[in-house]
């Protein structure tokens, strides 16, 4: 092929792929999967914790949509978030990725509040609200709003911050993690 055939070529092909792009059926797909993935972040707990391999929620919804990620990968959404993401996709409920197994055994973050310099770098890093404490004071954990994702560890510049298997109360269950009530589902 001589120079000019494919210079041709090539620009036959550039204008064949922008009449793809802008044709109004591919746009009816592009909406319907931009529409897909509002249901599917709505569904999903929004603690952008990134335990599902994504930045936060909305890419991981976005991911789901378009295909290139499974519905069993949210640790802080569970069983009840996979069993409304399978019911709106019309797919079969599926367990936990069996990959993210260590992050699922039940932990909540934990200060040791002799050590803690109350600097708010936790209370900015975590994404439920589960952190409570002020400028110079001691902060603590909100047990019930701890998902464990684990995001508040690294910015401590103390190491006070571990996460650990939650205890309980005498006569009061422990609840190891957030369950539909943390969800946005409608």
Sequence with gaps: MS??????ALVMALLGGLACAVHPLN????????????????LLPQTQCGLCGYSGCRPY??????????????PPGGDHTITLLAELLGTVPKTLD?????VVNA??????????????????????DAILGAAGQMHTVIP????????????CPVDCIDLRPPVAA?????????????????
């Excluded at 120079?3 to 041709?8: E, Q």
């Excluded at 019930?144 to 910015?155: N, S």
């Design 170 to 186: 005498p006569g009061k269950p422990v609840w190891p993690k957030p369950g539909p009530a943390y969800g946005r589902a409608a």
């Design 61 to 74: 919804a976005e991911a789901v949509a378009g295909g290139l990620a499974d519905i069993n990968r949210c």
């Design 3 to 8: 120079g000019v055939g494919l210079v041709v």
């Design 98 to 102: 069996p990959a993210l197994a260590p």
């Design 27 to 42: 746009r009816r797909g592009l909406q319907r999967k931009q529409w897909l993935a509002d249901r599917i972040d709505a």
């Design 107 to 128: 932990r909540l973050a934990h200060i040791d509040e002799a050590a803690c310099i109350g600097c708010l770098k936790c209370v900015r890093a975590c994404p439920v």
């Design 144 to 155: 019930q709003f701890c998902t464990g994702c684990g995001l508040c560890v690294a910015p």
